[in-house]
């Protein structure tokens, strides 16, 4: 890693422009809004909600591991993989639920904003990893690389 990188991943945000970080603060705010749904009640008992353990679980995963491969290789397109690892088969599994009717409001509209936003990250996360391994290693935080697209 290059010594004039900032310190660590959430320092590296720092340095990207407004928008960016609105971005990465929606995200954010989307995956632990799933705290909200972990206790249900069902047919007058309490239970806990799996799928949103497995959002949160997914999420904080993923950031650990994003941080741990800012630390190995820098601030570079291959710090979406962590998402594509970690949120991805979550992602599917739920929307897969989703579509036989497993769930009911207010749940069902979390997951659809959960839906859009987690699915617009995987789709950029999928071209930023597929790009870097396709030889765009260079560092994200580059002037004139506009925020890594």
Not at 19 to 26: A, D, E, P
Request: hydrophobic share 60%; charged share 10%.
């Amino acid at each position: 890693m290059n010594d004039s990188m900032p310190a660590n991943l959430q320092a590296a945000i720092a340095t990207e422009p407004m928008w960016l970080q609105l971005w990465v603060m929606l995200l954010v705010v989307v995956n632990l809004a799933a705290l909200l749904f972990v206790i249900t009640k069902q047919t007058g008992h309490y239970r806990v909600r799996w799928e949103s353990l497995a959002i949160l679980f997914s999420f904080v995963a993923a950031g650990i591991a994003m941080s741990w491969l800012y630390q190995q290789v820098g601030y570079v397109r291959l710090l979406g993989l962590p998402h594509l690892v970690f949120w991805l088969p979550v992602y599917i599994w739920l929307l897969r639920k989703y579509r036989h009717g497993e769930f009911v409001v207010p749940f069902k509209q979390y997951l659809l904003v959960y839906f859009v936003i987690a699915g617009i990250s995987l789709v950029i996360d999928a071209i930023d990893v597929a790009r870097y391994l396709l030889g765009n290693q260079q560092p994200l935080h580059l002037a004139g690389n506009l925020a890594g697209f």
